[in-house]
């Protein structure tokens, strides 16, 4: 918890000069500079713990850290013809320990993959017409670590209804990815590393709509559909069958999910929102889930509010899993995997937000802190707890 505290308070400092220098436009004046409208800094701190490992077939550690950081910055300007320009620039870096990924070489009290370092950063490109209502949006995102690098596209279109209580909006999105295929040590020809490569593919169009209802009540209703192809498995998932002998996880090379959202928000007065979210999701490996989430941010003072929230999750479960030792030669795909079994999890925590009319620490720009706490548990035995702070300039 420390660490996390310490990193956001050292990006906090490294800022501190821009949040003096750029000075608030209070007026209606649309600059045609481009300038610094919003930075948000977030820490978090993620811990887990279970007995189900799929590293080790099944059984095994759970246990995971990670530590993550990212900045997001927010450039705008306006064109000569009123159009507004929005430049979001992000970069994150995570670094984690992982007890289960240890064991992928057994012999080993400690091996390389017992910890790793994440960096992904991203850039999106927005065009606004704001008296129409519509807007385009490109961006490109990459993400790496040891075994994995993986580059992302997305365009966007959007467009308000005539009152601007509606809007429509379709996204495609597109990740091509390259991974290390890391085989556990005891599955590795005679003398070899266990490096290949082996290419995924994803390809994601969401379709949405909100509309404001009135006064008190918006919705919002969201519809995916995300095709997958090539290597889906991963290659240092062990699959323990019920004659003892153990093989790497394998899984078909195309899947397709079908996810279908509706998010609502009712405002109580001024000082109360409920916010409720369903997902109805499903896909062609036989795996069917239901989430419902609710959260009521509850303004407590001008300057600070709490927000309790609480999601349930269940899901069938793939028809290709099977715990450790009862896969047999007869199946032609397996996984020990538990996050494709059949579980049900909630989540639940509180949100903290606080937002000085001085700013934080005295900082006019530095407008709002926010902290939220998260605790996990699902019936396959797993826990886990997240921490996040975030701070905001504008």
């Known amino acids: 918890m420390k660490r996390v505290f310490l990193t956001g308070a050292a990006l906090l400092a490294l800022f501190q000069s821009r949040a003096q220098d750029v000075p608030t436009d209070s007026t209606s004046y649309k600059s045609r500079k481009l300038k610094l409208e919003e930075v948000n800094l977030v820490s978090s701190y993620y811990k887990q713990d279970g007995n189900n490992s799929a590293v080790t077939g099944g059984i095994g550690s759970e246990h995971l850290t990670d530590i993550a950081n990212t900045i997001d910055v927010r450039l705008i300007k306006y064109g000569e013809t009123g159009i507004k320009h929005t430049f979001d620039i992000e970069a994150g870096i995570d670094h984690y320990t992982s007890a289960s990924s240890d064991m992928i070489d057994l012999s080993a009290n400690s091996s390389a993959s017992s ?28 993400s790496t670590e040891f075994d994995y690098q993986s580059f992302g596209g997305n365009i966007s279109f959007s467009q308000k209804t005539r009152n601007k209580n509606g809007e429509f909006t379709a996204k495609f999105q597109t990740f091509i990815d390259q991974l290390k295929l890391i085989e556990p040590v005891e599955l590795r020809p005679s003398g070899s590393e266990g490096y290949g490569s082996a290419s995924r593919n994803t390809f994601a169009g969401t379709l949405s709509y909100s509309q404001v209802i009135n006064k008190n009540l918006q919705i919002m209703l969201v519809g995916d559909i995300i095709s997958q192809n090539g ?79 609480y999601r349930y999750y269940t899901q069938s479960g793939t028809k290709y899993f099977k715990p450790y030792e009862e896969h047999t030669a007869a199946d032609e795909f397996y996984t020990s995997n538990y996050d494709l079994s059949k579980f049900d999890s909630s989540f639940f925590g509180m949100g903290m937000k606080f937002t000085p009319p001085n700013g934080i620490f005295g900082l006019k720009h530095w407008n709002t802190l926010e902290i939220r706490y ?7 035995n797993m826990t886990s707890d997240i921490i996040s702070i975030n701070i905001k300039y504008r």
């Open 374 to 380: 998260g605790h996990y548990t699902r019936t396959t």
């Open 231 to 309: 290597y889906l498995s991963l290659p240092f998932h062990r699959v323990y069958f019920a004659d003892g002998s153990v093989h790497q996880e394998k899984m078909p090379d195309t899947r397709l999910k079908i996810p279908l959202g509706i998010r609502a928000s009712y405002f109580l007065g001024d000082n109360l929102i409920i916010r409720a979210y369903y997902r109805y999701y499903t896909d062609d490996w036989s795996l069917k889930a239901h989430t419902a989430d609710l959260e009521i941010p509850v303004k407590l003072t001008q300057a600070f509010s709490l927000s309790p929230f």
């Open 115 to 142: 910890s790793d370092n994440r960096f992904y950063p991203s850039l999106t490109y927005l065009r606004e017409n704001e008296e129409k209502g519509r807007a385009y949006a490109i961006g490109l995102s990459s």
